[in-house]
């Protein structure tokens, strides 16, 4: 083989990779594209809608569309079922074909982020499945999530290369000094886990991203033994 030819196999399989990480980037935003319409969809027809349950089948990937769900009441009750598939005279019923399709696209890949809304159903036996459907605001709800614990946080910093969006610091204004009070965050792992996931949507999803996450090279805030590009600050919207 000849020099020229090595250097062009160099750089086309360069090229390849390139391609090949920027196709799985787009992948992964068209799955949580493809999630978001169909839950803005169904919480048209049903606002109370909180998940959809499913049975899915590992050897094909395939799956089965069961219904709909609400929230929980209470720690102790169930998750009710808004719609079963099988009612052909609910409103939902209409779609039906629709979720299952678009349920399906959003779950394909292996990596698909929008497999991180899944869970089983514990309440039920056998295969039983349920993804969360997104919020309508994820911002919103990501500053609920922090508030709740920070009442005065106004900003978080987030690292999109640990599980996809994980909290690294939380900030609560400034200090005396004019820069940002960096504290430790106070929450469960349940809670932190819930923030991780949607962070990582929102790194997934590139006008989230645009609009959310702002570079923190040059700035106070930049976190010790983090540096990289996929270092971001939060601000975080108001709560009521």
């Not at 160099?10 to 799985?24: H, P, S, T, Y």
């Not at 005279?89 to 698909?112: K, N």
Request: glycine share 6%; charged share 25%; hydrophobic share 40%.
């Amino acid at each position: 083989m000849t020099p020229a030819i090595s250097d062009e196999l160099v750089v086309l399989a360069q090229q390849r990779e390139e391609l090949d990480i920027e196709r799985r980037r787009i992948q992964k935003a068209h799955c949580l594209a493809v999630l978001d319409h169909i839950s803005a969809k169904i919480r048209r027809a049903c606002p109370q809608a909180q998940y959809v349950g499913f049975a899915y089948y590992g050897k094909t990937r395939e799956l089965d569309l069961l219904g709909v769900l609400g929230a929980q009441a209470s720690p102790l009750s169930g998750l009710p079922w808004l719609w079963e598939k099988s009612d052909e005279e609910h409103h939902l019923a209409e779609l039906a074909a629709e979720i299952e399709v678009d349920l399906q696209t959003a779950l394909e890949p292996f990596d698909s982020p929008a497999w991180a809304t899944v869970r089983r159903n514990s309440a039920g036996d056998g295969n039983l499945w349920l993804g969360e459907l997104p919020p309508a605001d994820r911002a919103a709800r990501i500053a609920e999530l922090v508030h709740e614990h920070h009442p005065e946080a106004t900003a978080i910093v987030v690292d999109g290369r640990s599980a996809g969006g994980s909290v690294i610091a939380v900030i609560e204004g400034a200090a005396d000094d004019g820069t940002d009070n960096l504290v430790r965050r106070r929450w469960t792992s349940d809670r932190d886990n819930a923030l991780t996931r949607l962070i990582a949507q929102v790194f997934a999803l590139p006008a989230l991203a645009d609009r959310h996450l702002v570079p923190v090279d040059g700035h106070s805030h930049a976190h010790p033994g983090t540096p990289g590009d996929r270092v971001r600050l939060m601000p975080l919207p108001p709560t009521p």
